[in-house]
């Protein structure tokens, strides 16, 4: 009996494969869901750029201004 138990190789069963499964599904969602992330990363980080160049903008032609003004009331 005993030698019969250590010729036998293991067998895959219904439960088992369902789990191997699963977890390779599992692991096809997360890699999607880093891929999507890392897409979104991106994005924001264009948008922040663009953001700051506003920013920038708007503050150069308000010194602009200020600058015109002062060069003007100055004989």
């Known amino acids: 009996m005993n030698e019969l138990r250590r010729t036998s190789e293991p ?3 219904a439960p088992g ?7 390779r599904v599992s692991k096809l969602q997360i890699d999607a869901l ?3 992330l890392e897409r979104f990363d991106a994005l924001v980080e264009r948008l922040e750029k663009r953001l700051w ?9 308000i010194l602009a201004d200020v600058v015109r003004e002062i060069a003007m009331a100055v004989p």
């Open 17 to 23: 494969l369902r789990l191997e499964a699963h977890e």
């Open 53 to 61: 160049v506003t920013v920038y903008g708007v503050v150069a032609v």
């Open 11 to 13: 067998f895959a069963c």
């Open 34 to 36: 880093e891929a999507r």
